[in-house]
């Protein structure tokens, strides 16, 4: 298995009781749990209550082997992986089955200038950095005299409308309002400023229009301004440009920007297609067979963010990126490995959408469930529920919870700490 995230997880974890030898080798020593990584950026949940160290999960079982070392190259021919372990060293390891589970990068859109001021929340590192970013403009705001450089450090721009984006953005106003409120004797951070910036024409384009309007209105509600139909052309370490359609661009003073646009397939779906022909789309995913196999090797099963499947009339299928779909298509290639350890063929995978979820902040979220839509305080507790239902570890589960049922009775948030490199790459001695 390559990748401990929702697929290679699932993957693992179902392939685990069975008669075989496994090794999931992932560049991480833990999972994590990307749905809540915005709100270690936000300071309301700790690094270690969203990730699980790989190899607690698999303690115990002697068939299985975790090792963190990064996959640079699958060798098809030989049916072996080249690898990279922390110290630098190189090793191989074959494989008679393989399921590659590489997930997604954020995608800068050609513009790799921008992903150094322009952090995303899609790992735990960037994360961690973002979180000292904002934390530290409110910081430099207080100390800060001159008036235009005050509102530029007060003001955000989250550049991306979907669920990542509309969660981001709900998490910066309610941590400028209500949770930092009354702390600061020179500035009050209620006065910040954030702004969505999306190119289309409505927030969470992936949802019915109507909860698309209520969770703008919402956010709307928190402070936001949704800036829609708006294209980010430029950015920089004081500002952001911004162009709608037929107007002069506008630069904006904003000293933080917070990337939630498109993502990229891992680099892996590339080194599979330049072996087999398969065809990879322009976000690098690659096109499997129905069954979830590699053209011409039904010994690699390639699944979740990174791949799209090809349909009975020949036709790609791009599926949401989404945990569900990866977590899906993980039990599934578990199955599949049996069924052809046993001699049997798998039918094709079939995907069960139960529905869409986006919480925009304290009791407001929507929630398609497709035979019911909801919104506000019952959307809020779906989503919570779901969430702290697939957390790995019960320990996280139980500490989640709490540290929620502690925000939302007092709008505070336990881990608003400024420690790692932030805006400036500083440390301390
Ligand atoms: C900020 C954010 C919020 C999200 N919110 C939601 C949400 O609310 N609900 C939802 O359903 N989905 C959400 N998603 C999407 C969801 O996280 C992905 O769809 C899901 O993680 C895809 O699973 P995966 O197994 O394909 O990849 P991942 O979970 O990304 O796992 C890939 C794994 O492979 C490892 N890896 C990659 N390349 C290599 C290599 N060369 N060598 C070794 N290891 C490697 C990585 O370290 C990682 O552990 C969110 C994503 C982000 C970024």
Redesign the pocket.
């Known amino acids: 298995m390559?990748?401990?995230?929702?697929?290679?997880?699932e993957a693992a974890k179902h392939l685990a009781s069975a008669e075989v030898e496994l090794t999931l080798?992932?560049?991480?020593n833990f999972?994590?749990f990307?749905?809540l990584?915005?709100q270690v950026a936000t300071g309301a949940l700790s690094p270690a209550e969203v990730c699980y160290p790989l190899r607690a999960i698999f303690k115990g079982r002697r068939n299985v082997r975790v090792m963190m070392?990064?996959?640079?190259a699958i060798d098809l021919a030989d049916r072996e992986l080249r690898l990279r372990g922390g110290g630098g060293e190189e090793l191989r390891v074959g494989y008679d089955s393989l399921v590659v589970?590489?997930?997604?990068a954020?995608s800068y859109f050609g513009h790799e200038e921008w992903r150094e001021v322009a952090p995303?929340?899609?790992s735990l590192e960037s994360a961690l950095d973002l979180r000292a970013r904002l934390l530290g403009a409110f910081e430099e705001a207080e100390l800060q005299r001159d008036p235009e450089r005050r509102r530029a450090l007060l003001t955000f721009v989250v550049v991306g409308a979907g669920?990542?984006g509309v969660?981001m953005a709900g998490q910066i106003a309610e941590l400028a309002r209500d949770t930092l409120r009354n702390e600061f004797h020179e500035i009050d951070p209620g006065e910040g400023r954030v702004l969505l910036v999306e190119m289309g024409d409505r927030v969470l384009s992936t949802f019915p229009p109507s909860l698309s309007r209520r969770a703008q209105r919402a956010l709307e509600r928190l402070g936001v301004t949704p800036m829609l139909r708006h294209t980010v052309v430029g950015i920089d370490a004081e500002s952001v440009t911004i162009e709608a359609a037929g107007a002069e661009a506008e630069r904006i003073a904003a000293h933080n920007v917070i990337w939630?646009a498109g993502?990229t397939a891992?680099?892996?779906g590339a080194n599979l297609a330049e072996q087999t022909g398969a065809d990879l789309d322009r976000a690098g995913r690659i096109l499997v067979e129905p069954d979830l196999t590699l053209p011409g090797h039904p010994e690699v099963l390639t699944?979740?963010?990174?791949v799209r499947v090809r349909e009975a009339d020949g036709s790609a299928r791009i599926f949401p990126?989404?945990?569900?779909?990866?977590m899906q298509q993980?039990r599934y290639a578990a199955k599949a490995v049996r069924a052809r350890l046993e001699g049997r063929t798998p039918g094709p995978f079939h995907y069960l959408d139960k529905g869409n979820?986006?919480t925009i902040g304290r009791a407001r979220a929507v929630a398609d469930l497709h035979f019911l839509r909801l919104s506000g305080f019952p959307a809020w507790l779906t989503w919570l529920l779901v969430?702290i239902w697939y957390l790995i570890g019960f320990q996280n589960r139980m500490l989640v919870l709490v540290r929620w049922i502690y925000s939302f009775l007092t709008r505070g948030r336990g881990a608003r700490l400024i420690a790692g490199p932030g805006r400036d790459g500083r440390r301390e001695p």
């Open positions: 390559i990748g401990g995230g929702f697929g290679g997880l080798i992932d560049r991480r999972h994590l990307q749905p990584t915005y070392a990064e996959v640079t589970a590489g997930g997604s954020y995303e929340v899609k669920p990542t969660e939630a993502v891992s680099a892996l699944i979740g963010d990174m990126g989404v945990a569900p779909v990866a993980g979820l986006a969430h």
